[in-house]
């Protein structure tokens, strides 16, 4: 994907153009009403999320311990310390250093911001009027810290010369940016005479800050040219306190993947493919200033899903035609049985012979057919409900049943009642009538419950006001008790 980078200094604005690790030529906007314009007409050509990377003086560095918070409290703070330092600018941020192991465990935080917000807001006010989604904004000493990946030492001044801004010096405590300090090179001065005369210089000011602490070597890391590193190991010389490194800018771009040749030491095209592969997730912008990339990146995830769902509704209707040819290949056979069996029916239909009745003739049959269906039930019918309620009642046996259809007990229904004829005993009750006579009355109104009208007509021990009392022997002696049942059935309407 192509990327629009810019790179502001002190002096110049340039725009250049990276897409697959290519770096196209750089195209410069001088820093007045034209030159706007013509940088308004640049990006409307160039409609790619753009990266500005600052490389100017106007950048300051405050070191502070402050307690450890979270959430709302340590934003605050942020503010607190941002409204203190750096009332005056929008261009700020804070980047935690390290933890405290001891004590409270407080937070070393590392505040920055661009000073001079004026020299900034013209391009970035052309960003936000041409809707061109913005990155970042980034500071070359920020973004420098993976060039210290493969660098053992925990005490690094890194120098780069960029040659539209002037000597970087960068000093990192474990990894960690601390202090950096752009030196602007007048056209007299060579860059080793430049690295000669302001290194010791910043040594000094590092040794007042105690940094490194008395004992530790400075390693001063050069990115230079092939060229230069002959010069500026004649001018430059390593003591107990301070060790010079050169790390060659060729190298540099083989480790960062840069298809680029660099002709002499201006590391400005290093630090731009830099930033562009690898950018750094703290930067000076804000969310207004980035506020066209977020709906860009927005607008990326919605034609992804969208493509997503339509990858998915093809995969799912090329499953749906494939197996919508497999149920046709299996439904075939069906079609050739189906229409083999439509072919052995007509015939079947054409050997029948030609016998038609009137419809009202053959629905007066049907109705006559289901009178007489009502007129004799099927035992089934007449014994089930008996049958259950026999279940129940363990104790009665079955001596002898019959049935017999009845008009004069059919009443209320039209049709004729069954009369069933129950001779029964009761087993096991010894001499003990009255629990004999009990149980007999309870399987009777078991059976009005299912519908049955019960009539007895014999029963074990005849208790009514006309019956005498007598008994046989074998009653007497515990044997069964022996009954008779008139049961009527009736058709339910």
Wanted: net charge neutral.
């Amino acid at each position: 994907m192509a990327r629009t980078l810019l790179f502001l200094s002190a002096e110049s604005f340039h725009a250049t153009i990276w897409h697959g690790g290519k770096m196209g030529a750089p195209l410069y906007f001088s820093n007045d009403a034209n030159g706007r314009e013509y940088f308004s007409a640049f990006l409307k050509q160039h409609r790619d999320p753009a990266y500005l990377l600052v490389d100017v003086i106007e950048e300051d560095f405050r070191l502070e311990t402050v307690p450890h918070l979270t959430g709302s409290a340590r934003r605050d703070l942020r503010m607190r310390k941002f409204e203190q330092f750096y009332r005056g600018t929008q261009f700020r941020q804070a980047t935690l250093i390290h933890r405290h192991e001891e004590g409270r465990r407080d937070d070393d935080m590392l505040f920055s911001a661009l000073t001079n917000p004026q020299r900034i807001s013209p391009w970035l006010d052309a960003l936000q009027a041409n809707h061109i989604p913005l990155v970042g904004i980034y500071s070359l000493p920020n973004i420098s810290t993976p060039l210290l990946k493969e660098i053992p030492s925990d005490h690094v001044l890194l120098l780069s010369w960029e040659k539209d801004s002037g000597l970087r010096q960068t000093y990192f405590n474990n990894k960690s940016l601390h202090f950096s300090r752009l030196i602007p090179i007048n056209d007299n001065e060579s860059f080793s005479a430049s690295v000669a005369s302001e290194t010791p210089r910043t040594q000094q000011y590092l040794k007042s800050l105690s940094l490194p602490p008395p004992g530790e070597m400075l390693d001063v890391y050069i990115i230079c040219h092939a060229r230069d590193r002959n010069d500026l190991q004649a001018k430059l010389e390593s003591s107990n306190e301070l060790r010079y490194t050169y790390l060659d800018i060729q190298e540099l771009g083989k480790r960062i993947k840069a298809k680029a040749a660099f002709a002499d030491s201006d590391a400005t095209s290093l630090f731009l493919h830099l930033l562009a592969s690898k950018p750094p997730g703290s930067h000076y912008a804000n969310a207004e200033h980035t506020h066209f990339h977020s709906l860009w990146q927005l607008r990326r995830i919605l034609f992804g899903l969208a493509a997503a769902i339509i990858a998915i509704s093809a995969l799912w209707s090329g499953m749906a035609f494939w197996q919508g040819q497999q149920y046709v290949e299996e439904t075939e056979p069906l079609n050739v049985q189906k229409e083999r069996v439509k072919e052995q029916a007509q015939q079947i239909q054409h050997s029948f012979a030609n016998n038609m009745a009137p419809a009202a003739d053959m629905k007066t049959a049907v109705l006559l057919t289901r009178k007489l269906n009502e007129y004799t039930p099927p035992p089934e019918s007449i014994l089930q409900d008996l049958s259950l309620v026999l279940d129940k009642f363990a104790q009665i046996r079955v001596d002898k049943l019959s049935w017999q259809a009845s008009a004069t007990d059919a009443a209320p229904s039209i049709y004729p009642a069954q009369v069933i004829t129950f001779e029964g005993s009761i087993a096991s009750f010894g001499t003990d009538y009255r629990k004999a006579l009990g149980y007999l009355e309870r399987f009777q109104q078991a059976l009005a419950q299912q519908g049955y009208t019960v009539i007895a007509q014999k029963m074990p021990l005849d208790i009514s006001s006309k019956g005498s009392i007598s008994g046989d022997i074998q009653n007497i002696t515990g044997g069964p008790a022996l009954f008779t049942l008139k049961i009527i059935w009736r058709q339910k309407e």
